[in-house]
């Protein structure tokens, strides 16, 4: 069965303090993983697109990568607007490929 | 380019009661995808609709069916509510079938009494 699984379920970091967040996969026919970012009252705003192992996409003080099993979320010296639910999401191939969700890592930067 | 909307935001209803919940995609975009969001479980996939025909169907009861018009707006209808079904709906449009790369609206917050 394919499975979607990110840690921690909830990290607080303080401003300026690094950390990463993990999305392990198992699943059969990747065909793209995708990074959301989605606040309190929102729908999910996408942020990455990663296809092969080995890519990485980067975008202020997010980096996203890419490995074989997992994709890490990289945040550099994070602010508290960055607090937020982030959301790992693969693309499966098969009869009509879906799109499968981790249930996400809530992230608490404090000032 | 006005984003993806739902309509309504909040709603609460009664068991037994039915429920349809409207979203209309970013103009141009074709393809429409339903997902139900709860703490527990994260975003589950419901349906997706291309060209006003179901195309990918996620491991949910009969209850829950869509439609998409010819303008690619979409509906999504539950019928005889469950406590259970409260919840994030969540309507999601893209340019192309199966993407990964998906526009989401705010949601509509179902509350079922």
């Known amino acids: 069965e394919d499975q979607v699984t990110q840690s921690p379920e909830a990290l607080r970091l303080q401003e300026g303090e690094s950390s990463s967040l993990n999305c392990s996969y198992t699943?059969?026919?990747?065909?793209?993983l995708f990074w959301y970012r989605q606040d309190p009252g929102k729908g999910p705003e996408f942020l990455f697109t990663l296809y092969s192992a080995g890519e990485e996409k980067e975008k202020e003080r997010l980096k996203a990568t890419l490995t074989k099993k997992e994709s890490f979320l990289h945040i550099t010296a994070p602010k508290p607007e960055d607090s937020a639910t982030y959301l790992c999401?693969?693309?499966?191939?098969?009869?009509?490929?879906?799109?499968?969700f981790g249930i996400g890592t809530k992230l608490q930067v404090i000032p | 380019k006005a984003g993806v909307t739902q309509t309504p935001r909040y709603l609460i209803k009664t068991r037994g009661q039915q429920v349809t919940l409207s979203c209309s995609p970013i103009s141009g975009h074709r393809s429409v995808s339903w997902y139900q969001q709860t703490p527990g479980q994260g975003l589950q996939f419901l349906f997706e609709y291309f060209s006003e025909t179901q195309r990918n169907k996620g491991n949910f009861p009969g209850r829950f069916s869509g439609r998409q018009f010819s303008n690619s707006r979409s509906e999504m209808n539950v019928s005889t509510l469950e406590l259970g079904d409260s919840a994030l709906y969540l309507c999601a449009s893209s340019l192309a079938q199966s993407a990964g790369k998906q526009y989401f609206g705010p949601g509509t917050r179902l509350t079922v009494t």
């Open positions: 999401a693969v693309l499966i191939s098969g009869g009509y490929q879906k799109v499968t």
């Open positions: 699943v059969s026919g990747l065909r793209g």
